[in-house]
């Protein structure tokens, strides 16, 4: 798979985590002019947010001041959550609606010792660009159960067709060598196939 294709995917993602986290601020603003009560605990979180960081960067951890500033946030949440519950709003109302909840649309995983691994959603995406790329996304439609040996000829013309069988019969052979082949694909000792021949030839 070339660079080229994944930052294309990643670029996708890339608007897509974008697009959601916009949307999601849309919701919020229309959500906080309904009830601005919401509006004022958001703003009174981010403030303590930034004074419990300040604090512990001034004063170092002190577990008093700490924990009083810890208690008012969770007192906040708790407020912002009854009354959303008030409203039947769903607590995840707010957050931005990702496609994928494992990697919030940026197709990377971070682990707890900050490793990151490609999320199974990418991986999907690449293999279905490589599935389409293949010229096999009709395979509901191009198969063996759909396979019509009748539009190739049943007449035996050596000078013609080079062989001593017809077309069809040719055909049929050719068939049967597939179907063996993909029955016993893990199976070490069956060769591979090898076609050959002008493109578009049948």
């Known amino acids: 798979m070339s660079s080229e294709i994944l930052n294309s995917l990643l670029k996708e993602y890339e608007q897509k985590k974008l697009k959601a986290e916009i949307d999601s601020e849309k919701l919020k603003e229309e959500l906080y002019e309904k009830v601005p009560k919401l509006k004022e605990i958001e703003n009174e979180l981010n403030t303590f947010a930034i004074n419990t960081a300040?604090?512990?960067l001034k004063n170092g951890n002190?577990?008093?001041e700490q924990k009083d500033l810890?208690?008012?946030i969770l007192f906040l949440k708790k407020e912002k959550e009854n009354i959303l519950k008030?409203?039947?709003?769903?607590l995840d109302y707010l957050k931005p609606h990702y496609e994928c909840s494992l990697c919030n649309d940026t197709g990377y995983i971070t682990s707890d010792n900050y490793k990151s691994t490609?999320?199974?959603c990418l991986k999907q995406k690449l293999l279905d660009y490589s599935f389409n790329k293949s010229n096999m996304s009709n395979l509901d439609k191009e198969n063996f159960s759909t396979f019509n040996p009748n539009i190739f000829s049943d007449e035996v013309d050596v000078a013609k067709y080079k062989f001593n069988i017809s077309p069809r019969k040719n055909i049929l052979n050719i068939r049967d060598k597939c179907i063996e082949f993909v029955e016993?694909?893990?199976n070490v000792k069956y060769k591979n196939l090898l076609?050959?021949?002008n493109t578009g030839l049948r």
């Open 184 to 186: 016993n694909f893990d």
């Open 195 to 197: 076609f050959t021949g």
């Open 70 to 72: 810890e208690a008012k």
């Open 86 to 90: 008030e409203l039947n709003i769903s």
């Open 54 to 56: 300040k604090n512990i």
């Open 118 to 120: 490609m999320c199974s």
């Open 62 to 64: 002190q577990e008093k």
